[in-house]
């Protein structure tokens, strides 16, 4: 249960983590600079190329399709847009690097030039070859090849989107930490990565909780729905590690049935009032509006 009482606990139990200092991540884009850190929450969205996705709206059919979901994205007032080519779904058909590369390498080299450009994957020769085509962030989503990938990082200068797993990616199942509190858990699993892709010069780096992945002891769709609400609430908590924090959204179609489009602005609203730079998302302009009705009428 999230209510005020528990919010008001909350604040009083851990309220000093506020006080942290974060460092922005700044990213040069053909708009401007991007900013991830405090202030206006960033919005990244998300165009899949891969058919096992299961938002099907965001969905594309081939590189071209992207390139124009992108600019709508952009329009909607997305100021990063993520391209991925393997569903992050455990069930998914699994897509080889050289496949990824033919997929994404077009979309990225159409959108580079207009906007910043991140791409999803796990895989050293994807992340080489979009960086190469002028993608800026890498999104992070396994461990098998970290070093390789930070390092690739490092030497074109992009942001990396640390994601949380403990597996080789993010597709093999594992568990979340702890329900009691997960947040101790979360701060020892990125301190010493961040200290590592530090050693290995990169120094733009946004973690991801992984609220939007699947987990084995999570798999009761309100067991989780709750366990998500609770992570984003706090993610002010992890603000002692002195990087931007990423939300990716949830969606919960248990809750929201027909109406799962409209999930993420619920959660993008937990979210925010946690203390979220970056958020991952689909419905880019249903949350701008949201975000921008928390502003006007100044609820934090």
Known sequence: MISLADLAALQNAHGD?????????????????????????????????????TY???????????VRMGRIQVAQGA????????????????????DQVATLVPAVEGLAPETVVSVETYEPDVV?????????????????????????????????????????????????PPDDDPVPALLDHFAPRLAR??????????????????????VEPMTRARHQARVLAQTFRLRPLGVPVCNALPHTY????????????????????GGAHLLRIHEVAHLRVVLRGLMELEVR
């Open 17 to 53: 983590a506020w006080a942290a200092p974060v460092a922005p991540v700044v990213l040069d884009g053909p708009r401007g600079p991007v900013v991830i850190g405090d202030g206006p929450i960033t919005l990244m969205g998300c165009i899949n190329l891969s058919r096992d996705s």
């Open 56 to 66: 099907r709206e965001s969905i594309a059919t081939g590189p071209a399709d992207a």
């Open 254 to 273: 248990d809750i929201f049935g027909d109406e799962f489009r409209k999930a993420e602005g619920f959660y993008g609203t937990i979210a925010a009032l």
């Open 128 to 176: 080489r070859a979009c960086l190469d085509a002028g993608a800026r962030v890498l999104n992070m989503t396994g461990r098998q090849h970290e070093d390789e990938m930070l390092a690739l990082a490092a030497e074109y200068d992009a942001a990396v989107v640390m994601c949380f797993g403990t597996t080789t990616n993010v597709r093999e199942v594992a568990d979340v």
């Open 197 to 218: 892709a530090r050693s290995l010069g990169v120094d733009k780096v946004v973690i991801d909780p992984g609220m939007g992945f699947y987990y084995g002891n999570l």
């Open 79 to 98: 100021a990063i847009v993520d391209l991925g080519a393997e569903s992050s779904t455990a069930a998914a058909a699994r897509v080889s690097a050289d």
